[in-house]
């Protein structure tokens, strides 16, 4: 096993990756909404819209993976000695 440090430091990076993926889903929003207002046909803007939904999705899917990762290095931490 390993020692409490270990899933301390753990948590710590892996919560620095949750706030970096939840950036990069602002970003990536701000993107998206700016190609949809000067998309020049309705086609394009549904075609971003739904990409943009999508790659929100995604970033969702990391977002609760990385809060599981947490929550399972708390334990990990709780069971480790020292």
């Known amino acids: 096993?390993?020692?409490?440090a270990y899933?301390?430091?753990?948590i710590i990076d892996l919560r620095a990756r949750v706030t970096r993926e939840k950036e990069a889903m602002k970003r990536d929003n701000e993107s998206y909404a700016r190609m949809i207002k000067s998309a020049s046909s309705p086609t394009l803007k549904a075609s971003y819209r739904k990409s943009k939904v999508d790659k929100a999705e995604s970033h969702k899917r990391n977002i609760e993976t990385l809060k599981r990762q947490i929550a399972q290095a708390q334990l990990n931490k709780t069971r480790a000695t020292k």
């Not at 096993?1 to 409490?4: A, G, I, L, R, Y």
């Not at 899933?7 to 753990?10: D, L, P, S, T, V």
């Open 1 to 4: 096993m390993s020692t409490k």
């Open 7 to 10: 899933y301390q430091k753990q």
